[in-house]
């Protein structure tokens, strides 16, 4: 199992730690990898996270009419996942919104775990967001 984040994802070590803790804990359950998720949308593009009321991940959808949760930038995979993305260069696929469908297409059960705030800095104006959730 291993955990990678995206480059510009900025949140709550404390957030992280629980993730971690509850990544561990879902595969021991037999769960295939546990996606940090967010409420707090502030994203031009967001990929939103359609889940059902266990939090298990349905599909991720570029639009949404009533959006609960987006990407949060941070994915907690399992071995099943490399093949999954082997395919997905195989084919060309250059993006990660592409691969987390491909985990769902396959059939690979994904958690999704709440943050209490994930911020991605795209922009220089995100930075001073950065900064002052930072010093929350």
């Known amino acids: 199992m291993f ?3 995206t480059v510009d994802t900025i949140f ?4 992280f730690d629980t993730y971690i ?3 561990q804990s879902k595969v021991e359950e ?3 990898g546990v996606m940090g998720v967010t409420d707090y949308i502030d994203d031009e593009k967001p990929l939103y996270v359609d889940a059902d009321e266990h939090l298990r ?3 991720f959808l570029d639009q949404c009419s009533h959006p609960k949760y987006i990407s949060g930038g941070i994915y907690g995979l399992t071995t099943p996942a490399l093949q999954v993305l082997q395919r ?3 084919r060309g696929e250059s993006r990660m919104r592409n691969f987390q469908r491909a985990l769902i297409a396959h059939g690979l059960h994904l958690q999704a775990h709440p943050f209490s705030k994930v911020l991605d800095i795209d922009h ?3 930075i001073a967001k950065a900064e002052a959730f930072l010093q929350e």
């Open 3 to 5: 955990c990678v984040t």
């Open 12 to 15: 709550r070590e404390a957030d």
């Open 21 to 23: 803790r509850t990544f």
């Open 30 to 32: 037999g769960c295939d």
């Open 57 to 59: 991940i349905t599909g």
């Open 88 to 90: 997905c260069m195989e």
């Open 124 to 126: 220089a104006t995100d």
